[in-house]
Each structure stands twice: as structure tokens, then as C-alpha cells.
């Protein structure tokens, strides 16, 4: 395997590496279709922009490059030649998304895109090759911010696109379908996106961490070992409005001295999981007072609540307990209640041994920093069902994200970049 020498980076390396990872997440930033924010959607003429510098920025080191049919950008090192090589190489992807929330940060999706990218413009240049293709993908649409359906790039390369989502439409009214045929695209070859996931080995995500654990604990970066699932409910406690000064404490039917108190409930009955094997974490995020005037006793409320864990069964088994408190609450206090569910994603792990070995790699270099779970979404979530998918998560300043404050540390992408390039290695050695 002479070919592999060169796959592990130095300090050096990846220091040098990680300068140019900063300079392209800069460059994407320019793309935008808002002046003077980031604001990148699906099938935008910015998103083809975008699509073109990664483009371009691969064929300056000779690596093959393609949009596939739902506009997903791919790079590719291709695998070796061997004699023994099937008719079709097996591929590892590395890759995450390259739009953004209007008003968005630099990091969040480019960083796992231009990542890979340069470490696989250093392989080519090394001349380092692997007994399998080296992908890297730019999703297009990760977010939903455009079309309110979000991964839908990651969904068409997993064979998981659905047809209605032609007659999805933007805030302009414009069809996704036409928005797919005015980018150069036809939305009904999207299926033709979809790729063999028996020969995928393997998909490694690099996303900025969205939370403030990494900066607590002082370390540059934590594999992944799943993306929380999610239920978000609207809530609505009716009881009886009245006069603030006439109606005596003991007569009223005030729902929302009920709800404070459940909300502290809610609380305390999440924190309560933190050092168990799956915690749940519960956010009342959203709170309306009825009619929301200084001298009237309330007479409804109306409040969100978001739970969510690693484990369905441990956030159902809290959710459970919280609504069966409310309702008994509510009942006793002659108030109503009702529980509206708007939102169930189930949580989705990633794989074990991907996992495992990209723990030890960080470990390796960086010290003990255990796997984290993921509350918000990612692309990972649809190549999870499909292929051994796992994620690299890297500190971010402030834990912040979705916001032009989002920032990273140049030795944090370096870091990333060295365990990148020694997960594709130890993956090489295990296919030889
Ligand atoms: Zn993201």
C-alpha cells in the first residue's frame, strides 16, 4: 500500500490545510442572495454558484467533479487501480451541506464540504490514493429554508425522495419543480440521483457542534454517536379571565400560574435524566397570555413545548409524565387542556463501529473526549438509513449557529482535518 504513506497528516499539515479550509468558507460566505448576510437556498442561482467554485476549486488539483440530478455537488479522488478491483470500486463520502439559513454563519454545512475538499486536493497532489473512490459531497439543500422541507438533497442520493415535493413552493410561489427546471435541472430524473449504498463503506459528516459542550470541556472535537429525535406540541390551558382587583385569589381559575408551574416541572423532570444513558432534554420556548393585560386575571394560555434524546422510548416515557401532570393539574383547577402534537422525528443513531473508531481517533490525538448526541438535524440523519454513517463535530465559538457570530478556531478546523484524513486511512487499511 504505498500509495497510503503519505494519508496521515502532521501538525504541520494540517495547520497549512486548515488555512485554506478558513479562506473558502470565506469565499462561499460571498455567495449569497441577500446583500450583506449569507443567505444561500436550494436551486438558487447562488446554490449553482456555490456549486461551481467547489467546482472549480477541484479541478485545479485534477479531481474528478459532478452535479448529480437533484443538484447535489460530488468531488471525487478515484480509487486506485488494482487488478483485483471490482467492476465498480466501493466509496467512502465525506460531505455535509452548502446552504444556509437567511442570515446564517459561514461554518455551518461549508466547514464538513470544504474540509474533505482540501484534504482530498492534498491527497491528489500527494498523490495518495485509496483502494476505494474518496467522495466529497456538497448537499444542496439541507435546511428546508427555501422550499419548508428540510435534507432534501441528502433524501434524493438515499432513494428517499417523494414525488409530491414537486408541488412544494417557495415563499415567491415558485414550484420546486420549476425551480429545479430553471437551475438546468428535471425533476423527474431526481431518482437518477440516488447511488448504490452497497458499496458506500462508509460516511463521515464534519459539522460545527451548533452547542456549547466542546467549549465546556475544553476540546476541539467529539464524534457523534446519534442525532436526537424530536416532538414539539402546542399547548392550550383555558380557564377564566376576570377582573384583577374583584375576583379573590381563592375563586380564580388562572391558567397561567398553572402553566409556571409545569414549566418548572418540565425542567426539573429533564434535568433529572442528564446523567442517565439517554437524556432528554425539554424547552417550553414559545408562551402566549390571554388577554395579556396588566389588570385582567388570565383566561388562556398557550405554550410550545420541544422534547427531544437519543432515545424515543426515554423522551416518550418524560413526555408521558409531563402531560399526565399538566392534564391532572389542569383538571383540578377546572381548567382545560389540550395537547397538540405538530412535530415526530424519530431519533436515528449513527453507526457503532464508525463511531467507535472515530472516537478512538480523536482520543488518539486529542485527548478523552466522549461521543456526543446531536439535537439539531443533519444530512447524516437520511445516510444513517442506508450506509455506516457517523459525525465529526467541532467546537464552535458560544455554542452559536444559524447567526453571522458563528465562529471556529483555524486549530479546530486543523484538528478536524487530521482525524478526517486518519478515519479514511484506517478505513483503507481495513478494506486491504
Ligand atoms: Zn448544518
Redesign the pocket.
Known amino acids: 500500500m504505498a500509495t497510503l504513506i503519505n494519508s496521515l497528516l502532521s501538525h504541520e499539515q494540517s495547520a497549512h490545510l486548515a488555512e485554506q479550509v478558513m479562506a473558502y468558507c470565506d469565499e462561499l460566505a460571498h455567495i449569497s442572495q441577500t446583500l450583506g448576510i449569507i443567505d444561500r437556498r436550494y436551486l438558487t442561482p447562488e446554490h449553482k454558484q456555490a456549486n461551481d467554485k467547489l467546482a472549480q476549486w477541484a479541478a485545479q488539483s485534477q479531481l474528478q467533479h459532478w452535479e448529480d440530478e437533484a443538484g447535489n455537488q460530488w468531488i471525487r479522488l478515484p480509487a486506485q487501480q488494482q487488478d483485483n478491483l471490482p467492476h465498480e470500486a466501493p466509496r467512502v463520502i465525506m460531505g455535509?451541506?452548502t446552504d444556509s439559513v437567511p442570515d446564517g454563519g459561514r461554518y455551518?454545512?461549508p466547514l464538513?464540504v470544504v474540509g474533505p475538499l482540501v484534504l482530498l486536493k492534498h491527497f491528489a497532489e500527494s498523490r495518495v490514493q485509496f483502494p476505494f473512490h474518496l467522495d466529497v459531497v456538497g448537499f444542496g439543500d439541507?435546511?428546508g429554508t427555501r422550499f419548508g422541507s428540510t435534507l432534501l438533497g441528502s433524501s434524493a442520493i438515499c432513494g428517499m425522495w417523494q414525488s409530491r415535493w414537486r408541488e412544494l413552493t417557495d415563499e415567491n410561489g415558485v414550484s420546486l419543480a420549476q425551480a429545479m427546471y430553471d437551475f438546468g435541472l428535471d425533476v423527474s430524473k431526481v431518482s437518477e440521483a440516488q447511488i448504490d449504498s452497497s458499496r458506500v463503506l462508509a460516511y463521515l459528516e464534519t459539522?460545527?457542534e451548533?452547542g456549547p459542550v466542546l467549549e465546556e470541556r475544553g476540546k476541539p472535537l467529539a464524534a457523534v454517536k446519534g442525532i436526537a429525535g424530536a416532538r414539539r406540541f402546542n399547548i392550550t390551558l383555558k380557564g377564566q379571565a376576570g377582573h384583577a382587583g374583584t375576583v379573590p385569589m381563592v375563586l380564580r381559575h388562572d391558567p397561567l400560574v398553572i402553566a409556571s408551574h409545569w414549566i418548572t416541572q418540565v425542567q426539573q423532570m429533564a434535568t433529572a435524566t442528564s446523567d442517565s444513558e439517554f437524556p432528554v432534554v425539554a424547552t417550553v420556548g414559545r408562551l402566549e397570555v390571554r388577554p395579556g393585560a396588566v389588570n385582567v386575571v388570565p383566561g388562556e394560555v398557550r405554550m410550545s413545548l420541544d422534547i427531544r434524546s437519543l432515545s424515543d422510548e426515554a423522551r416518550d416515557a418524560v413526555f408521558d409524565s409531563l402531560q399526565e401532570l399538566l392534564e391532572v393539574e389542569a383538571a383540578f383547577h377546572q381548567l382545560e387542556c389540550q395537547f397538540e402534537p405538530t412535530h415526530n422525528a424519530s431519533a436515528v443513531s449513527c453507526n457503532d463501529e464508525m463511531t467507535r473508531s472515530l472516537n478512538q481517533l480523536v482520543t488518539h490525538y486529542f485527548g478523552d473526549s466522549a461521543p456526543l448526541v446531536s439535537g439539531?438535524g443533519?444530512?447524516a440523519m437520511a445516510l444513517a438509513m442506508r450506509v455506516p454513517a457517523t459525525m465529526l463535530f467541532v467546537r464552535c465559538k458560544g455554542g452559536v449557529?444559524h447567526h453571522p457570530d458563528e465562529s471556529i478556531m483555524t486549530s479546530d478546523a486543523a484538528a478536524a482535518l487530521q482525524v478526517m484524513a486518519a478515519f479514511v486511512t484506517d478505513i483503507a487499511r481495513k478494506a486491504t
Open positions: 455535509s451541506h455551518d454545512g464538513g439541507e435546511e459539522h460545527i451548533q439539531a443533519h444530512d449557529s
